[in-house]
């Protein structure tokens, strides 16, 4: 590789990631899916997430499109968002274990399950 292809390869990258960067920022509070599947692998010990099945708690495949969560809720997003953030009956609050850049990652996997 000669020295203009090499400068032409180090702009090209350079403009995509900033390029990215922008779109990250103007994305805003919507959640990234592959990051927050990451932050889930603390809440796998208790939950699946291929199969509604019980482990600790209530599997969480098809969590939106359940007709109610286990303490009797509707599955939207303000009440999930609320069982993560306070947790209780034995699920534990995440509120101050995770920020709200993870929280909103997190969601968006859910959404994905
Ligand atoms: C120590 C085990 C444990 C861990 C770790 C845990 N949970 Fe839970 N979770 C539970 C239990 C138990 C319930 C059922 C609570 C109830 O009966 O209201 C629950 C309920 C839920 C619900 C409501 C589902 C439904 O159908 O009722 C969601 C959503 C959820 N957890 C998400 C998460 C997420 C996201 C994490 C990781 C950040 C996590 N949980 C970590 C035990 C856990």
Redesign the pocket.
């Known amino acids: 590789m000669n020295r203009t292809k090499l400068f032409v390869c180090g702009l090209t990258l350079a403009m995509a990631a900033s390029m990215s960067f922008a779109q990250d920022k103007k994305k805003g509070g919507a959640g990234d899916a592959a990051k927050g599947k990451e ?2 692998e ?2 796998g ?3 699946n997430t291929d199969s509604d099945e019980k482990k ?3 599997g ?1 495949k098809g ?1 939106f499109k ?1 007709a109610k ?3 009797g809720k509707a ?1 939207t997003e303000p009440n ?1 968002r609320t ?2 953030n306070a947790g ?5 609050a ?1 509120e101050d274990m ?1 920020s709200k850049e993870e929280r909103d990652n ?1 969601i968006a996997y ?1 959404k994905t399950l």
Not at 88 to 92: D, K
């Open positions: 932050v889930f603390q809440c010990v208790c939950h600790m708690g209530p969480l969590l359940k969560m286990a303490d599955p999930v069982k993560v209780g009956n034995g699920m534990p995440y995770l997190l859910l």
